[in-house]
T-cell receptor
Framework: QKEVEQNSGPLSVPEGAIASLNCTYSDRGSQSFFWYRQYSGKSPELIMFIYSNGDKEDGRFTAQLNKASQYVSLLIRDSQPSDSATYLCAGRGDNQGGKLIFGQGTELSVKP | EAGVAQSPRYKIIEKRQSVAFWCNPISGHATLYWYQQILGQGPKLLIQFQNNGVVDDSQLPKDRFSAERLKGVDSTLKIQPAKLEDSAVYLC???????????????FGEGSRLTVL
């Protein structure tokens, strides 16, 4: 069973702090990873994807991938109350027909 | 560009009744997915279509769930008979391509929230 595991949370950080969200995966065949944000009662929306080892930055967001350790993370700098949501990590492999396998999500709360 | 459309948004039924959900993907998207998201959990793939063919339905409970994508566009997901544990949000998503590791993102609809009493 191919699995993606995330810290269950909830994670609470003060406004302006760095939020760190972590994800591990069991399938070494997974090639790319996606971070989705899901506000309560809404559908998931893509924040970033990463497929190369190392860091990928986009504004206040940085995704990190370490394939040797089978570890993915998302850092949110200068966290804002509007970042409060559930963050879903998902993995995709070459031979999985494009489907994403999601973790259970980490709830983030940013306190003003 | 219009997004993924789903209906109904909300449905409440008694156990053992049947229900159907409809999805219209983004125009031109060949791949369509149905995910089940139980409260507090991540989405779980039920079925994936590439055009009008099934790519993966390994986690679809086929004794009660069925899905079709006639003409490779709209799709319908049916549950008959429903059980209490089917209470969830049913998310439809679409993407331009289905294969390869670095292909496009999945675009999700607003979801259909099912409550089984």
């Amino acid at each position: 069973q191919k699995e993606v595991e995330q810290n269950s949370g909830p994670l609470s950080v003060p406004e302006g702090a760095i939020a760190s969200l972590n994800c591990t995966y069991s399938d070494r065949g997974s090639q790319s990873f996606f971070w989705y944000r899901q506000y309560s009662g809404k559908s998931p929306e893509l924040i970033m994807f990463i497929y190369s080892n190392g860091d990928k930055e986009d504004g206040r967001f940085t995704a990190q991938l370490n394939k040797a350790s089978q570890y993915v993370s998302l850092l949110i700098r200068d966290s804002q109350p509007s970042d409060s949501a559930t963050y879903l990590c998902a993995g995709r492999g070459d031979n999985q027909g494009g489907k994403l396998i999601f973790g259970q999500g980490t709830e983030l709360s940013v306190k003003p | 560009e219009a997004g993924v459309a789903q209906s109904p948004r909300y449905k409440i039924i008694e156990k053992r009744q049947s229900v159907a959900f409809w999805c219209n993907p983004i125009s031109g998207h060949a791949t369509l997915y149905w995910y089940q998201q139980i409260l507090g959990q991540g989405p779980k793939l039920l079925i994936q279509f590439q055009n009008n063919g099934v790519v993966d339905d390994s986690q679809l409970p086929k004794d009660r769930f069925s899905a079709e994508r006639l003409k490779g566009v709209d799709s319908t997901l049916k549950i008959q008979p429903a059980k209490l544990e089917d209470s969830a949000v049913y998310l439809c998503a679409s993407s331009l391509e289905g294969g390869g590791a670095n292909t496009g993102e999945l675009f999700f609809g607003e979801g259909s929230r099912l409550t089984v009493l």
